[in-house]
């Protein structure tokens, strides 16, 4: 594979050896990290920049993944790669030079670029990482990641919760108790944690959140914004452009970062297209308070979830005595001050309620968790200690269609639970295990999503309810899931390990 790199390789040698290295993985921009004399600390990358764009460019002659390939989405945008990381779990392909790549594949790209720049700063070899996952990741997208991880040859010691990671670095850096919601708004995902953090030892309460909302929204809605105020006064269609509509996708997320810290922009694109009657520019002003406008549904969304995260973990606001918030699309002002409106019934704040932590950088956070993990697997970090748990409800179906709860949601894990099930009819040949997830909302709402299924063999000759069939679900350290089935009678037995159906 070969990575296409504009500058000389930066090398730092570290000593002979091998690491453990953390990977903040994201939708839009990754992050590497490692320890050094006992703090975590951000890897550049061969630009030098501590971010590496999650873009890939797949030409016929090479690979190209990062800031290169991100500058090529807008003249080759057939050839390019984006926000793969949604597409993870699923069955979407993509077809590019008549050969269709799945999202492993196109993460794989990023991954072995990322460990190259690794190996290429630290000076030796890196054969293992712990990788960050939303903690709403279901098990399919867990296992597509653990995929992607070795297709590049790195072995994962560790899928980390991306709140669980923020919460390490605030955690480690302030020490003291404290009970943290923290909420991590990335490109494409929406993570939602309660954590009680005492004595070094971090204990998950609640989770929540969802892999269709981060900025991308936020990008979507106000480039859909654009596209009607240009058209109201030009029939162009500047989405049916390839290269146009690239520019203007550009231009609106950085559009959305100036308004973070303004109360207006100027959006400019000159030569956007060229049609036969001539140039067009596009020049138009949007202010902080149209763009909270155009979020107003998005926010909501967030909102609603942040709510449901302490329904389902029968917490209250006034549990939180700290906030945390990391991923980029954080930094909009909007998401702090519907932070606000959730807790503020139950934070006097002029009594010293919740605060935001903003002692912590928002884009840093994840990466550097995941290297004081990383630290702690490698031996320079002692002390930490962690307890996450299950985002969902995870149990099979009966021959009625109802769904059986075997693992609880929030059931810290690892955990193995057992089961007994029998026949329904007389003589009957195979059981069918189909195995489901149910994400139970409040108000006895539910979410059912089939994992998968599959069949154990029953001995013949014996009246219903006789045999007696052992399912046992385990979850192991990185919130991946195995079923096992087995015939108690017989000894015959099967098992799966969750993965894309």
Not at 89 to 113: V, W
Not at 122 to 128: I, Q, Y
Not at 225 to 241: E, G, Q, S, T, V
């Amino acid at each position: 594979m070969n990575s296409a790199k504009s500058t000389p390789k930066v090398r730092q040698q570290q000593g002979k050896g091998k690491r453990i290295i953390g990977i903040d993985l994201g939708t839009t921009n990754s992050l590497l990290s490692f320890v050094k004399n006992g703090a975590p600390r951000i890897i550049p990358n061969e630009r030098g920049s501590r971010t590496t764009p999650s873009v890939v460019c797949l030409k016929k002659d090479k690979v190209i993944v990062g800031e290169m390939a991100r500058n090529q989405a807008v003249l080759n945008s057939e050839l390019t790669v984006a926000n793969v990381k949604l597409a993870m779990g699923t069955d979407r392909g993509f077809t590019i030079n008549d050969r269709c790549y799945t999202p492993e594949e196109i993460s794989g790209f990023i991954l072995a670029h990322l460990r190259e720049i690794a190996e290429d700063y630290l000076g030796c070899e890196v054969e293992e990482a712990v990788i960050t996952v939303p903690a709403y990741f279901d098990d399919n997208q867990r296992q597509a990641t653990l995929r992607a991880a070795a297709m590049t040859g790195i072995r994962v010691r560790k899928l980390l919760n991306e709140p669980t990671a923020a919460a390490l670095t605030y955690g480690m850096s302030q020490g003291g108790n404290s009970h943290m919601l923290v909420i991590d708004l990335g490109g494409g995902t929406l993570d939602i944690t309660l954590m009680a953090y005492e004595d070094k030892v971090f204990r998950v309460m609640g989770v929540g959140g969802s892999t269709a909302i981060g900025g991308l929204n936020f990008d979507n809605a106000l480039i859909e914004h654009i596209l009607a105020r240009f058209a109201a006064h030009c029939p162009y269609d500047l989405k049916n452009d390839r290269i146009a509509y690239q520019q203007l996708v550009i231009h609106a997320e950085k559009a959305k970062i100036d308004l973070s810290a303004a109360d207006s922009t100027a959006l400019m694109i000159p030569y956007i297209a060229v049609t036969d009657a001539g140039p067009l520019h596009l020049n138009m002003e949007i202010s902080r308070a149209d763009f909270n406008d155009l979020a107003r549904p998005v926010l909501e969304d967030i909102k609603r979830h942040i709510i449901e995260t302490f329904s389902l973990a029968g917490l209250s606001p006034e549990w939180v005595d700290s906030v945390i918030m990391v991923g980029g699309a954080s930094r909009i002002p909007a998401v702090g001050e519907l932070v606000d409106e959730v807790l503020c019934p139950a934070c006097a704040r002029s009594s010293g309620g919740p605060r935001l932590k903003k002692n912590i950088n928002p884009d840093e956070a994840v990466a550097r968790g995941a290297g004081i993990l990383a630290g702690v697997l490698n031996g320079e970090i002692a002390g930490v200690e962690f307890h996450d748990i299950t985002a969902h409800n995870l149990g099979i179906e009966d021959d009625k269609g109802d769904f059986i709860n075997i693992i609880p949601a929030a059931s810290s894990y690892p955990v193995e639970v057992s089961r007994l099930f029998t026949t329904v009819v007389d003589d009957q040949p195979e059981v069918i295990i189909h195995v489901m997830q149910d994400r139970g909302l409040p108000e006895g709402r539910h979410d059912f999503v089939s994992l998968g299924r599959f069949h154990l063999t029953v001995n013949h000759g014996r009246k219903k309810g006789e045999p007696n069939i052992d399912v046992t679900f385990a979850i192991d350290l990185n919130g991946v899931l195995t079923v096992s089935a087995m015939d108690l009678d017989t000894g015959e037995g099967k098992d799966i390990t969750i993965s894309e159906f």
